[in-house]
């Protein structure tokens, strides 16, 4: 009935609808690298409005993931993430990138999920809502004023992925475009098991031959982790320095958890590894032993009754672990000392997940004792266990992918977020360094 009414009334209904659709949102770039900065920009506001930004993320299994935070629209009706304070919602104050590390498990799914692709080809698409008014985590929000999609890629075209079977040795090697050599870098992650291959296609962006390196849990490795055999690294570390497209002169490894053990170990017995980037480890063997050759080093035990659980449920292994330092202990080190190569120990302050920065202090004072100063250390007040790549969904309390119970890493979410940042930049300084 109303496209009857007089040429006035459609003409002013037409305006205010021109003037209601003019906000927009956009984010630079719309498809760009997941450990690089984007901006997240919206124009045509209201003077003054208030508004809640909210990113919406899926994973590979379906699951939604979300983070908001709330802005005022400057006197232009714009709000520039990358320079705005956020007032409220998942964080608060300037985080040009919030929006993309407070990403989480959306309030009906199942908490604690950790948003990190397992496979480096699938991009996470992330739309981005403007909604009208302040609505906080879980609520639900105003009126879409704008939206806009974005995608953050874990690899570059060009990037050679090569699935491996080399002997016993899985995984899979991503190399960057062009004829090389490029420096070979070795990566490893913890005791979850599996092959996970974005940080490995991420260093490949930045110019690395990367292997991610699976070590139990994948094809036709052993099912469940048992005895570790260093001939297996040596053998992944010699195929990787044999191949044609890397630089001769010598890998690096990077590891984190249980794979910073693996990293300190090839570093420290194998000539072929000339830096290692330990990301939250441990001075010790831990769980099983480490065989090579003759060797063998004992891992430290976990002590069950020493496992916290929270009222709601979080498991704490703070104290589990037992003591590195105790005589008792002390056929478990690793020998870091005999390494060569050069260390690189990253480490959350409030890593709840276990002591990594006193074991890294306890490697440190190792090196010191025998006069060495091959090694730098990074470590961050209120960072947790799980340092990832900048930008990557912090997760401070994640699931156990073999126990099914949420176990705390600890650490505070912009701190931590913080730690990542940093702590990639100077990752990859360090391997560009010593493997030019
Ligand atoms: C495990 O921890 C408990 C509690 O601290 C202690 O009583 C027990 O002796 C420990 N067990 C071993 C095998 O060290």
């Not at 993320?57 to 956020?86: I, N, P």
């Not at 960057?176 to 913890?190: K, R, T, Y």
């Not at 008792?328 to 390494?339: L, Y």
């Not at 060569?340 to 074991?359: A, C, I, N, Q, T």
């Amino acid at each position: 009935m109303w496209r009857s009414a007089g040429f006035c009334a459609g003409a002013s209904l037409a305006r205010l609808a021109v003037r209601r659709a003019a906000a927009t949102v956009t984010v630079t770039p719309a498809e760009g690298l997941a450990d690089r900065p984007a901006e997240i920009q919206v124009r045509g506001l209201p003077p003054g409005q208030e508004v809640t930004l909210r990113t919406l993320a899926t994973d590979e299994q379906g699951s939604l993931f979300d983070a908001c935070a709330h802005y005022r629209a400057d006197a232009g009706g714009a709000v520039d993430v990358g320079a705005e304070a956020s007032l409220g919602g998942d964080f608060v104050g300037r985080e040009p990138m919030g929006l993309f590390w407070s990403l989480s498990p959306a309030a009906m799914e199942q908490p604690h999920r950790r948003l990190e692709p397992r496979s480096a080809e699938a991009a996470l698409e992330v739309e981005v809502f403007v909604h009208r008014g302040f609505s906080g985590p879980g609520e639900i929000p105003g009126q879409v004023l704008a939206k806009a999609r974005a995608e953050r890629r874990f690899t570059l075209p060009g990037i050679r992925k090569v699935r491996l079977k080399e002997g016993p040795v899985r995984g899979s090697l991503f190399l960057p475009a062009g004829n090389g050599p490029f420096p070979g870098v070795i990566d490893m992650f913890g005791d979850e098991g599996g092959l996970i291959e974005f940080r490995s296609s991420l260093l490949a962006t930045h110019g690395f031959a990367a292997l991610a390196l699976p070590y139990f849990n994948f094809e036709d490795l052993p099912q469940v982790m048992g005895d570790f055999h260093l001939e297996y690294f040596e053998q992944a570390a010699r195929f990787l320095l044999r191949h044609p497209k890397v630089k001769g002169s010598g890998i690096g490894a990077v590891g984190t958890g249980k794979g910073a053990e693996l990293a300190s170990s090839m570093v420290t017995f194998l000539p072929e590894v000339v830096a290692a980037v330990c990301i939250s480890g441990c001075s010790s063997i831990t769980a099983s032993a480490l065989h090579y050759g003759e060797m063998t080093l004992p891992g430290l035990r976990f002590n069950m009754s020493r496992v916290s659980i929270s009222e709601n449920g979080v498991f704490d292994l703070y104290e589990a672990l037992e003591d590195p330092m105790d005589p008792a202990n002390s056929h478990c080190r690793i020998p870091v000392e005999k390494a060569d190569g050069h260390f690189l120990f990253v480490v959350g302050e409030d890593d709840r997940y276990w002591k990594s920065s006193l074991y890294a202090d306890i490697a440190i004072g190792c090196l010191r004792k025998h006069g060495k100063d091959n090694f730098r250390l990074l470590h961050y007040s209120g960072a947790g266990h799980r340092i990832n790549p900048s930008f990557s969904p912090v997760c401070l309390i994640a699931l156990d992918r073999i126990l099914g119970v949420p176990i705390l890493g600890g650490g505070e979410s912009k701190a931590h977020a913080h730690a990542q940042e940093h702590s990639w930049g100077k990752i990859l300084e360090f391997l560009h360094f010593h493997l030019r």
